[in-house]
């Protein structure tokens, strides 16, 4: 069965790189985060402010995988018009289900 071609949001590469640095500014500003992460983790990055990105984002986890990692979800909300005030990314790391 052949698989549709996602197509990506207009400018994604670069919306999502800036929701990474946003992330990485967080996690290097509270680097004992680390301690409740997995080793080599996968990060999915789920802006809530951009559902464009969040669904594609998804998508992409639905086609790719992790391949076998661990997948760390991120919640955030962009800064782009927010103030010093905004809050900061929740992490959330599933927990396997055992039936």
Do not use: C, W
């Amino acid at each position: 069965m052949a698989q549709a071609k996602m197509k990506a949001p207009a400018n994604a590469v670069e919306r999502n790189i800036q929701l990474t640095g946003e992330i990485m500014r967080y996690l290097m500003a509270h680097p004992q985060v680390f301690d409740s992460l997995p080793d080599k983790f996968e990060l999915i990055i789920l802006p809530e402010d951009d559902p464009e990105i969040r669904q594609y984002n998804l998508d992409l986890l639905d086609k790719y995988g992790s391949e076998g990692k661990p997948i760390v979800f991120a919640r955030l909300t962009s800064r782009q018009g927010a103030t010093p005030t905004y809050p900061p990314p929740s992490l959330f790391v599933p927990l396997p289900f055992a039936a």
